[in-house]
């Protein structure tokens, strides 16, 4: 396939084989300014995603893998549409209409597991159906997953479609969409790591978060319960603030801590209104991404639980070379009814939608 435009252009090509067999497609999309996306069919994966620099050069500011026996592994979720249920909920329970639901476990091992991300083959490792177009707005990619009642322990027949645009104003543009036929619990995100240098510790990226509240975990990174604020604490990123000075401000507060991996609080209701949530800006290329979203929470995580893994271009991606920012209802929220609620009914419509907007300067 090759569709090209005024608007952009968008080509597929065959990347591999899953396991089982199954073809997983790429797909490259490139807008009309010449900002470049390739996406994969296995897990929405973002692989590659290129925009300018302050001095016009192109840079991919997002971290991936060579070939698809990588992607298959992928132990850090690397560029993957996460779900069922993004983040983690404790212990795998949860309640709905006085039904407990046991999830599958596969976060936290020991006396306490979790679930986490979706279970042991959540929404990062499926082939999703896939097709694109190019249109005014800028070219596309459609993902569309049916996960069945049962699926990790997840209630109901789910049907998801998930839309990337990669808009003429340098956007890239998430669209999440969902239905069910029996109440279920539904939480999307996208889990890319950024790097706005291409490559190395993101040390001299400087990050600025809007909220003023968050919500404070356990040692197994299971929310308390509380939503507090901010102020007076390590987690507090209203004024720009270099992210190597970010890390060593909650190391020495929190010593066991390797690094930020925390949900932040940008509204506490259920409103989808669309409001800004924070950027993140590179010293060295002068990049920066603004975020965007209806959703009432923000995980940012500066990838402090990457082991040397084997990435793009022959680089070894360690802790702190890359940081994800997870729009999200908040983790474990089934089980604290002080959250944003995230049972979906039938008839009912789950949406939301994320930006990412590029800049120079």
């Known amino acids: 396939m090759n569709n ?40 929405g994966i973002v692989r590659e995603l290129w925009v300018p620099d302050k001095n016009g050069r192109f840079v991919d500011v997002v971290l991936g893998y060579n070939n698809i026996e990588q992607y298959e592994r992928n132990p850090g979720y690397l560029g993957a549409i996460i779900g069922r249920f993004a983040n983690r909920i404790a212990y795998g329970r949860f309640q709905i209409d006085g039904v407990t639901y046991q999830l599958a476990l596969n976060d936290g091992g020991g006396k306490r597991p979790n679930a986490l991300h979706g279970g042991v083959k959540g929404f990062d490792k499926r082939v999703w159906k896939t097709f694109a177009e190019v249109t005014p707005e800028g070219p596309k990619v459609i993902l569309k997953l049916h996960s069945h009642d049962g699926e990790e322990g997840y209630p109901g027949n789910l049907d998801v479609t998930v839309i990337y645009t990669l808009t003429n104003g340098n956007e890239w543009k998430i669209e999440y969409f969902a239905t069910t036929d029996k109440p279920t619990i539904v939480n999307l995100t996208q889990h890319t790591y950024f790097n706005l240098n291409g490559g190395g510790k993101i040390y001299d990226h400087w990050v600025l978060v809007r909220a003023e509240k968050y919500t404070p975990i356990n040692e197994d990174l ?40 925390i949900n932040y609080v940008l509204s506490e209701s259920h409103e989808k209104i669309e409001r800004f949530a924070g950027s993140v800006y590179s010293e060295v290329t002068g990049i920066t991404i ?46 604290h009814e002080n959250f944003p609620k995230t049972v979906l009914r039938p008839g009912d419509k789950y949406y939301h939608v994320t930006r990412f907007k590029f800049l120079v300067g």
Do not use: W
């Open 4 to 43: 090209t435009t005024i608007y952009g252009t968008v080509e597929q090509r065959f990347f591999g084989y899953t396991q089982e067999g199954i073809p997983v497609h790429e797909y490259t999309l490139i807008n009309k300014n010449g900002l470049m996306m390739k996406v994969l069919s296995l897990g």
């Open 222 to 261: 299971i929310p308390t319960g509380e939503i507090a604020p901010v102020e007076g604490t390590p987690y507090d990123l209203r004024r720009q603030i270099r992210l190597e000075e970010a890390i060593a401000r909650l190391r020495s507060e929190y010593p066991n801590l390797k690094g930020l991996d």
């Open 290 to 335: 603004e975020v965007y979203t209806t959703q009432p929470g923000l995980q940012f995580y500066t990838g402090n639980y990457l082991q040397g893994f084997q990435g793009k271009y022959c680089q070894i991606y360690d802790e702190h070379t890359g940081f994800c920012l997870e729009t999200q209802h908040f983790p474990d929220s089934p089980n």
